[in-house]
């Protein structure tokens, strides 16, 4: 679905991403890891075609470089960080702006019936239907970040790009947008590729791993692999798997250790 072939970027002339070259295949979870720096965003956005490159991308045997801003769009969605709000909107019209390429007229564009219904089966999927009408503006981080899940889904790409998805959401909003993520990802024609500091919730989701170090490949394939690896307590200067061995043993000790100490009550 995805080929890079040799693609570097950067900005103001000086290359942050050098010689990426991957396959990401229909149906496939792509994570991308590495330490802070290692051009891990820059990557999102050379895929996303916000910043020019050198080298191919293709997707779907197309050179986007041929394609037309909003025939990309049509085949890659992008889900940012979350960023500064600037009007609020209510969470309806923040995710119905995601079906403005599917609506019809030229200068005001008006959605339609099938556009409503879309939006409204991108909110129930993420939680949020409920409370369609409320302002984002008063949202949580958590919830303003579900909306933005939901205005991707509604654009009905090809491909998912996310960037730290997974910011601002509580442990159980993780894991559930990791799930469904792997279950978007396996209908037709559908395939993820995620930026991720989480190690945990990238095994999780998933099937690859590319692994960054100083804007250049320093491992690639399936996840076991590459987290198995050396390269991966090289890339992050550190014994990673001891680090989250330790951290398991704390939490097996709390699991199966004897009853808790009660906790004094705060009146």
């Not at 051009?39 to 394609?67: F, Q, R, V, Y």
């Not at 491909?159 to 209908?187: C, M, Y």
């Amino acid at each position: 679905m995805l080929t890079l072939k040799n693609v570097s970027a950067g900005y103001n002339g000086f290359d942050v991403i050098s010689d990426i070259s991957l396959d990401v295949m229909e149906g496939e979870n792509l994570c991308i890891l590495g330490p802070n720096g290692c051009g891990k965003t820059t990557l999102i956005k050379t895929i996303s075609g916000l910043i020019p490159h050198m080298g191919t991308i293709e997707i779907d045997g197309i050179n986007i470089s041929d394609m037309k801003r909003t025939e990309v769009a049509e085949k890659i969605a992008v889900m940012s960080q979350i960023s500064t709000i600037y009007f609020s909107y209510t969470i309806y019209e923040t995710v119905l702006l995601g079906r403005y390429l599917h609506m019809n007229g030229r200068t005001f564009k008006e959605p339609s019936l099938r556009d409503r219904e879309y939006a409204d089966k991108c909110l129930k999927a993420v939680g949020l239907y409920s409370m369609k009408n409320k302002q984002i503006s008063t949202l949580s981080g958590g919830q303003l970040q579900r909306v933005y899940l939901a205005r991707t889904l509604a654009q009905e790409p090809n491909v998912i790009l996310l960037d730290e998805p997974t910011n601002h959401l509580d442990l159980k909003h993780q894991a559930e947008l990791v799930d469904f993520l792997r279950d978007w990802s396996k209908e037709e024609g559908h395939t993820v590729i995620g930026v991720f500091h989480d190690l945990n919730l990238a095994m999780k989701l998933a099937d690859n791993v590319l692994l960054l170090d100083k804007g250049k490949i320093a491992a690639y394939g399936k996840t076991k692999d590459v987290i198995s690896s050396k390269l991966l307590s090289d890339v992050y200067e550190m014994d990673v798997a001891g680090y989250m061995v330790d951290s398991l043993k704390q939490w097996e000790s709390i699991q199966n250790g004897p009853a808790q100490t009660k906790l004094r009550k705060i009146k």
